[in-house]
């Protein structure tokens, strides 16, 4: 079936360093949603991705989905406490289906 | 505008029993969707619910089972509990439900079997 890979699975940065999640497909999908977790929290939608090649920015995060619409990421620039949390891409089968990729945990060292 | 509450919030049972989860979704979304996750296996999809009718399906035994009523309250069924099945069971809901439209989740019940 459908499988959604995401790596890594843990990141552990110093505070203003980088930070970036990559997410991919067994198959084309026709969107990727990304979400974020805080600990002891529950899934929050960050953003939707459609199109080809599209790149949005929310911020210091910028969201990429691949020109195949088999891939995407989610880069953070100069991390802070507060992104401390999972990051969960979800792809979107033509089944319907969303299926959700296994996380990246952020820790982020003050 | 409330958000996605789901009861109880935490639940101990033994293996056998069975036990029912509630979610109430945000006022005006038709579309229920149940998740379990657990630390090993992320966020696996169950089933979802759109206006009473089940129209989509994951992986998982016929023991887990759900519904959704009028008022687009969704239940969902665990029976013969077993040892694996002890995760943190969310469910989102939507306004149109499939694949395209943002999932707004519930905070969860932790479920756990002894």
């Known amino acids: 079936g459908q499988q959604v890979m995401q790596i890594p699975q843990y990141q552990h940065v110093q505070e203003g360093e980088d930070f970036t999640t990559y997410c991919n497909s067994s198959?084309?999908?026709?969107?990727i949603q990304w979400y974020k977790q805080r600990p002891g929290g529950h899934p929050v939608f960050l953003i939707q991705?459609?199109?080809?090649?599209e790149v949005k920015k929310q911020k210091r995060l910028t969201f990429q989905f691949g020109e195949a619409k088999k891939n995407s990421s989610l880069h953070i620039t100069a991390t802070q406490t507060t992104d401390v949390g999972t990051y969960f891409c979800?792809?979107?089968?033509?089944?319907?289906?969303?299926?959700f990729g296994q996380g990246t945990t952020l820790q982020v060292k003050p | 505008k409330a958000g996605v509450t789901q009861t109880p919030r935490y639940l101990i049972k033994t293996r056998g029993q069975q036990v029912t989860l509630s979610c109430s979704p945000i006022?005006?979304?038709?579309?229920v969707s149940w998740y379990q996750q657990t630390p090993g296996q992320g966020l696996q999809f169950l089933f979802e619910?759109?206006?009473?009718?089940?129209?989509n399906k994951g992986n998982f035994p016929g023991r887990f089972s759900g519904r959704q009523f009028s008022n687009s309250r969704s239940e969902m069924n665990v029976s013969t509990l077993e040892l694996g099945d002890s995760a943190l069971y969310l469910c989102?809901?939507?306004?149109?439900?499939?694949?395209?439209?943002?999932?707004?989740f519930g905070p969860g019940t932790r479920l756990t079997v002894l």
């Open positions: 989102a809901s939507s306004f149109s439900g499939g694949s395209n439209n943002e999932q707004f």
């Open positions: 198959t084309t999908l026709s969107n």
């Open positions: 991705l459609v199109k080809s090649g």
């Open positions: 979800a792809g979107a089968s033509n089944t319907g289906k969303l299926i």
């Open positions: 006022s005006g979304h038709r579309s």
């Open positions: 619910y759109f206006s009473e009718t089940q129209r």
